[in-house]
């Protein structure tokens, strides 16, 4: 075999640019099973230098069924990187594997992929290729037997692959044209308004605690009486867990009425949105 042919075949095989497999097998004395040795070596080395940088761009990818449908977040360093071929074709063969370990990443990170190697060693080989930080997000996996997912993707990039993308989980068996529309439009809602949760009571108590403190500075100075202070921060904080609570909200297809009052006006037997994702890379 000519030195050309062995540099074709270990790019091939390793996915390495033409001078690092050239200089490998330089190194290796013509042998292929050395020189992809040396690159794998050589691709850890560049990939660990790499997770110092900052990596806040990427996508979301969604997979799976209206049974159990899965997101996961893929960072990188830049957009250009995040519509690169090679990177979507990894992203969405990871998307897959995530839904069916629903989303325990250390599970995902040990299975194995097409070519036969680990997610690991597939990431570490694709930073060194492309030659920016990549890393695994956040993952989410909503599954119930006696619900529906709906999806929504905002700024779709490749089919699954977007930079947002909503999954709402409806408990209800009803397949109809006003369930899977109402699914469509509430998906596009929680896009358009981010609530932190469900209902009030469900919202992280640490995000509430610092919303108080930021009102309670803002009143310091306002020369107001000690209970009508009271009021207002009770008001405040109260208005702030409307606004932010789904089921609360104002439906962004209709200002006058509020979430829940959609979900009555439907009137399908035993509805009731269970759960929700959202994810937007950058937040």
Request: charged residues 30%; positive net charge; hydrophobic residues 35%.
């Amino acid at each position: 075999m000519s030195d050309i042919e062995k540099v074709k075949q270990l790019r091939k095989s390793t996915g390495a640019g033409f001078k690092d497999c050239n200089a490998a097998l330089k190194e290796s004395n013509g042998d292929l099973d050395k020189a992809a040795e040396i690159l794998r070596v050589k691709g850890i080395a560049k990939a660990s230098k790499k997770m110092s940088r900052s990596a806040t761009e990427g996508v979301v990818v969604t997979s799976g069924d209206e049974k159990k449908m899965s997101l996961i977040e893929v960072n990188c360093e830049t957009d250009f990187v995040a519509k690169n071929d090679n990177f979507i074709e990894f992203v969405k063969e990871l998307s897959e594997l995530n839904n069916h370990h629903s989303s325990n990443v250390e599970d995902l990170k040990k299975s194995k992929m097409k070519n036969n190697k680990t997610v690991d060693e597939n990431l570490v080989a694709l930073i060194a290729k492309i030659g920016e930080k990549i890393t695994i997000g956040r993952v989410k996996t909503l599954a119930d037997e006696n619900a529906r997912n709906f999806v929504y993707q905002h700024s779709v990039i490749k089919d699954n692959v977007s930079k947002l993308i909503v999954i709402v989980s409806l408990n209800t068996t009803e397949k109809s044209d006003k369930i899977n529309l109402f699914g469509k439009q509430l998906s596009m809602h929680i896009a358009a308004s981010n609530p932190l949760a469900l209902n009030a009571d469900q919202i992280d108590q640490e995000i509430i605690n610092k919303e108080v403190n930021l009102i309670q500075e803002e009143l310091k100075t306002s020369g107001k009486p000690e209970d009508i202070v009271k009021k207002i921060s009770l008001g405040k904080i109260n208005k702030f867990k409307d606004e932010n609570s789904l089921m609360s909200q104002d439906w962004v297809m209709d200002p006058k009425i509020k979430v829940k009052d959609v979900v009555k006006s439907l009137e399908i037997s035993n509805l009731q949105v269970k759960n929700f994702i959202r994810l937007k890379i950058g937040e």
